[in-house]
Every structure is written in structure tokens, then in C-alpha cells.
């Protein structure tokens, strides 16, 4: 189901009131340079919830945009969601307003930008590959 985004955790609290008692995980998707639909915006946060009884699972999408995108928390209404909400955090930039705190888990504190945003600039350093490195080789050799 999609839930407007400023309805989300009133969404969520009325779900697990209904019995959608677990997070399963929540999860991000950037959508920027997916032009295979016209998304309601650019961010599309993915909530799983499970309702041990009955074993019904349930997807909820919220979309949301701005610089920075905001949501609210639930992490006090599901407390595995405040680990996921940060790691949201840091490799989106997803603020969740409420969150007790929200800071990076993956990344150093000092490091600039988002990694899994798609206009995130993708760099490194060039590694020196070779077949006939010993670690690569899995067929036995040739008696």
C-alpha cells in the first residue's frame, strides 16, 4: 500500500495496532534516474511489516522529496527502525524528524555526501587486475 508521506507513521501506528506487529526492515529506493515511470517524487521509502499471528506481510511506500527529504521517525513505535532509520540517513540523506539519534552508522562521521544516492559521484582508485592472479584460479591444473 502507498501512504501519503506526512501520513506514514500514523499509517504505521494504526497497522500495528491491527496486529503488524514487526518491522521487518525499511529500505530506500532513489529514483532519480529511473525514467521507466512517472514517480510521485524522487525518494521511495519501503516499510515491510509482518503480523506474527496471522503471518500476513505488508509493504507500505511512502515517497518523499526536498533538500533534505524528511519523514517522520518510528522508531519509537518499532525499535528496529532506528537502526535502519540511520542507515537510511546515511546513505540517502533521508531525515527522520523525531529520531533520538540520527547519525551516520556506515560511514565516518566527516564524510560528505550520501553513497547510494544516484547522483552521488562515483570514484576510486584504479586496481590492477589479472587472471592469472593464484587466488583467482579454481579449475585444477592440467596433469
Not at 499509517?11 to 525499511?26: E, I, M, N, P, T
Not at 521517525?73 to 539519534?101: C, K, Q
Amino acid at each position: 500500500m502507498t501512504v501519503a508521506s506526512e501520513n506514514a507513521r500514523d499509517a504505521l501506528s494504526a497497522l500495528k495496532g491491527d496486529g503488524y506487529q514487526l518491522l521487518v526492515f525499511l529500505t530506500c529506493v532513489d529514483h532519480l534516474a529511473d525514467r521507466s515511470r512517472d514517480w510521485p517524487a524522487r525518494y521511495e521509502l519501503v516499510y515491510q511489516l509482518r503480523n506474527l499471528e496471522t503471518r500476513e506481510q505488508l509493504r507500505v511506500r511512502a515517497f518523499v522529496d526536498g533538500d533534505p527529504p524528511r519523514i517522520d521517525s518510528v522508531s519509537d513505535l518499532f525499535p528496529p527502525a532506528n537502526w535502519d532509520e540511520r542507515e537510511t540517513y546515511d546513505m540517502f540523506g533521508i531525515v527522520f524528524t523525531g529520531h533520538p539519534d540520527l547519525t551516520r552508522i556506515l560511514m565516518p562521521d566527516d564524510w560528505v555526501g550520501h553513497p547510494l544516492r544516484r547522483d552521488y559521484p562515483v570514484g576510486g582508485e584504479v586496481v590492477e587486475f589479472s587472471e592469472e592472479h593464484e587466488a583467482w584460479r579454481t579449475a585444477p591444473e592440467k596433469a
